[in-house]
């Protein structure tokens, strides 16, 4: 059964960086791109980035572009996003998930960016 568990997240200033992980429990991990997604309070959930199973193919939303960072270490069935130059706007629950997503997802981990 997959099991998805992010962390990382946390309180930031503006301008800060973080580096959230997800830890994803799946025998066939490097056949699933894999995406993360947020939602802000009041908004519907977005995608956010996502990488194919071989780290070929990246997808990131407009409002990242050149700030954020997906990754993924297959051996450790581990997903990263590293988020540079960090916004108010950025402020959200994270989740990581398949691209396309799963019909289930992990508690997230919450990203607050303070001004």
């Known amino acids: 059964q997959v099991q998805l568990v992010e962390s990382g997240g946390g309180l930031v200033q503006v301008g800060g960086s973080l580096r959230l992980s997800c830890a994803v429990t799946?025998?066939?991990?490097?056949?699933?791109?894999m995406g993360w997604y947020r939602q802000a309070h009041g908004k519907e959930r977005e995608t956010v980035a996502a990488l194919s199973g071989n780290g070929s193919n990246t997808y990131y939303t407009d409002s990242v572009k050149g700030r954020f960072t997906i990754s993924r270490d297959n051996a450790k069935n581990t997903v990263y996003l590293q988020m540079n130059s960090l916004k108010a706007e950025d402020t959200a629950i994270y989740y990581c998930n398949a691209s396309p997503a799963f019909g289930f997802w992990g508690q997230g981990t919450q990203v607050i960016v303070s001004s």
């Open positions: 799946a025998r066939t991990f490097s056949r699933y791109s």
